[in-house]
């Protein structure tokens, strides 16, 4: 390597920046593949260590869509653009007829279809709740559900779905 002249300047030049544009353009590379967080509204009992349990057990893919960062505690977000959101340590719902009561894989969901397609699935008889929110048009909902019911029995269940008879006596 030349020292101390012009032309070590133009050589260092010349050999640094194709070095140089490789990375840029690799990083450039990895961060396009990276998906940007999603920010979410933590519930109000998003703190609870069950959450933190539920949170732990969470799918990578949820309805085939995979799993995105969220910034906030007791969340996760899967798909992109996203599909499904679950919060855990929303309020808990008291009994009602307003909206139907299922049971999935051991799980009873409260499904909340006011803004369909957009669905909003609320555990039932679970303390914390959790709540799941699916685009329909993107995701199904009852494969998102499937797919969560096992980290959703870190919540501890407390009650269960009744029928429309037990409700109305």
Do not use: H
Not at 11 to 30: D, E, H, K, Q, S
Not at 131 to 155: K, Q, R
């Amino acid at each position: 390597m030349p020292t101390g002249d012009a032309g070590s300047l133009i050589w260092m030049r010349t050999t640094t920046r194709p070095a140089f544009a490789v990375g840029v353009v690799a990083a450039a590379i990895l961060l396009a593949g990276c998906s940007p967080t999603v920010a979410l509204q933590p519930a109000d009992d998003g703190i609870n260590t069950v959450c933190a349990q539920v949170v732990v057990g969470l799918p990578e893919t949820v309805a085939g869509l995979e799993q995105r960062k969220t910034d906030a505690q007791g969340t996760s977000a899967w798909g992109e653009p996203t599909a499904v959101i679950l919060r855990c340590g929303v309020p808990v719902p008291p009994p009602t007829a307003e909206y139907p009561c299922f049971t999935v894989d051991g799980v009873d969901w409260l499904r909340n279809a006011d803004d369909a397609p957009n669905y909003v699935f609320t555990t039932y008889g679970r303390d914390p709740a959790i709540e799941v929110i699916v685009n329909g048009d993107a995701a199904s909902g009852s494969a998102a559900l499937i797919d969560l019911a096992f980290a959703v029995t870190a919540s501890p269940k407390d009650g269960e779905c009744i029928s429309a008879t037990d409700v109305l006596e």
